[in-house]
């Protein structure tokens, strides 16, 4: 089988039929599809259920609640194919996408990681809707770190599970994910490209990311949880680093690794109210501007 399609699924239920009919329109056919319940309070449960029993390659596995980032740990060893592909129950994607990564592969078997473009339904106004695309070097076969050196350029995020097709093996062959609610895709991302010997990018749009989701992590003006964002962010920030230090690298990439956290770090610091900025500082160590 060439791909998985791994889905953490929490209370969704109002955008989860929209996503898995998204994934069942596909025009390439040699796939699954891992639904991983992470404990649904609402209909989800039920219409996951629904969806394995009407479609053969459709499984669902339900579990407590433990976190998207556990959800996904689960998925991948649950999952048999030779590429993961992660898509969010609030998200979808479009009928090509497995068939336009199918055929990069098809050039190029021994590819790693296949990157493609988004889509960002309902964002704000005044962010960067192209923040998530990389339309430079389309095709082009490049090492990990040289991929995320083009790719850490400012104001562009690409440390995000759904904007790449993943080889199976990269998640058995580097480090353990880190323990830690959110920005575990900021630690971890990371790591994986640089760990992989080839990647490109294809110029297809082949996901559309809802943004501004009431009640999703990223979206919350709830303080506790702004607080544990900005804790986890400067973890999973610390946790990438280290593993770049620890690496046989280049001492000219470290360099570049060190700048370019350190750069997010502040970024992020920030970007927060006063308030927790005066909480952050001794940890961060940044000084708060102004005061």
Known sequence: MLFSIIVPVYNTEQTLRSCLNSILRQTFHDYEVILINDGSTDKSSAICCEYASCYHHVKVYHFENGGVALARKRGIVLASGQYFIFVDSDDTINSSLLENIAKAISLQPNLDIIRYQANLINDDEHKNHERYNFHSNINCILSGIDALRLWSAPNIKYAVYWLFAFKRSLFSSICLMPDIKCYEDVAYIPIIIASSKLVTTIDYCGYNYLC????????????????????????????????????????????????????????????????????????????????
């Open 212 to 291: 501004n989701r009431s009640g999703s992590l990223t979206n919350t003006s709830n303080k506790n949880l702004q607080r544990q964002k900005a804790y986890d962010f400067y973890r999973a920030c610390i946790f990438a680093l280290s593993y770049f230090i620890r690496s046989d690298m280049a001492a000219q990439d470290i360099s570049f690794f060190i700048n370019d956290y350190t750069r997010r770090l502040k970024d992020f610091f920030y970007s927060t109210d006063i308030e927790l900025r005066r909480e952050l500082a001794p940890i961060y160590h940044l000084s708060i501007e102004g005061d």
